[in-house]
Antibody
Framework: DVQVVESGGGLVQPGGSLRLSCVAS????????MSWVRQAPGAGLEWVAA????????FYAASVKGRFTISRDNSKNTLFLHMNSLRAGDTAFYYC??????????????WGPGTLVTVSS | DIQMTQSPSSLSASVGDRVTITCRAS??????LAWYQQKPGQLPNLLIY???TLQSGVPSRFSGSGSGTDFTLTISSLQAEDVATYYC?????????FGQGTKVEVE
C-alpha cells in the first residue's frame, strides 16, 4: 500500500528554521513528482512546493519562495522541506502529497497524516 | 499566478437536495480541475479530476463539469455523510492552487 509519513514539525521561534521529512513507501518514489501542502488550523489548503521525480526542478508558492527549499533523496525514498525565516503565518499542518499518476498534470490522491509546525515566541 | 475562487463559501441543505458548488479560475486551465472532500478531522480525499472524471470508489451522486474558467461540483442527492469542506484545485502547472473551500452542512 502507498504510504507517506511526515516528521520534523515542532515549535520554533519567529525567524527560526526547521526541516521536515517525508518517508514514502509502496510506490516507485523517483517516478513521481511530490508536493508539500499546508493547512493552518481551521483554514483551507495551501499548496506550498513541488519537486520533479528526478529532483531537477522545483516550484514554490509565492508566499514561501526564497524562504523554503524542497528537495528529495531518491535513494532513501525521502522528501524534505527546509524552512527558513519562519513567520507566525507559517503555522500549519504540513502534508506530503503524492499525485494520482506519475504524469506532471495530476492531482493528489495520497496524503500523509501531517506534521504540525508552530511558529511562536 | 492563476487564482481559484469558489462559491458559496458555505451552504446548508437538506438530505436529498441537489447541491452545486462553483469554482472559477482567473485564467483558462482547460479541464485540469480537481475536487477534494475533507471531512472534519480527516485528510483531503480526491473526488474528481480532469473536471469530470470520478475517482475510483467515489459515489456516483458526485459529478463535475466545466472547462476553461468555470467549473461545477454537483451532489445530486445530499447525504448526511457528505458533511465536509470541498476544495477545487487546478492541476495543470505549478502553482497547483486550491480554492478557499466550501463548507457543506446538512439542515
Amino acid at each position: 500500500d502507498v504510504q507517506v509519513v511526515e516528521s520534523g514539525g515542532g515549535l520554533v521561534q519567529p525567524g527560526g528554521s526547521l526541516r521536515l521529512s517525508c518517508v514514502a513507501s509502496g510506490f516507485t518514489f523517483n517516478n513521481y513528482a511530490m508536493s508539500w501542502v499546508r493547512q493552518a488550523p481551521g483554514a483551507g489548503l495551501e499548496w506550498v512546493a513541488a519537486i520533479t521525480g528526478s529532483g531537477s526542478s522545483t516550484f514554490y508558492a509565492a508566499s514561501v519562495k526564497g524562504r523554503f527549499t524542497i528537495s528529495r533523496d531518491n535513494s532513501k525514498n525521502t522528501l524534505f522541506l527546509h524552512m527558513n525565516s519562519l513567520r507566525a503565518g507559517d503555522t500549519a499542518f504540513y502534508y506530503c502529497a503524492k499525485p494520482y499518476t506519475s504524469g506532471w498534470y495530476s492531482p493528489f490522491d495520497s496524503w500523509g497524516p501531517g506534521t504540525l509546525v508552530t511558529v511562536s515566541s | 499566478d492563476i487564482q481559484m475562487t469558489q462559491s458559496p463559501s458555505s451552504l446548508s441543505a437538506s438530505v436529498g437536495d441537489r447541491v452545486t458548488i462553483t469554482c472559477r479560475a482567473s485564467q483558462g486551465i482547460g479541464a485540469y480541475l480537481a475536487w477534494y472532500q475533507q471531512k472534519p478531522g480527516q485528510l483531503p480525499n480526491l473526488l474528481i479530476y480532469a473536471a469530470s472524471t470520478l475517482q475510483s470508489g467515489v459515489p456516483s451522486r458526485f459529478s463535475g463539469s466545466g472547462s476553461g474558467t468555470d467549473f461545477t461540483l454537483t451532489i445530486s442527492s445530499l447525504q448526511a455523510e457528505d458533511v465536509a469542506t470541498y476544495y477545487c484545485q487546478k492541476h495543470d502547472t505549478a502553482p497547483w492552487t486550491f480554492g478557499q473551500g466550501t463548507k457543506v452542512e446538512v439542515e
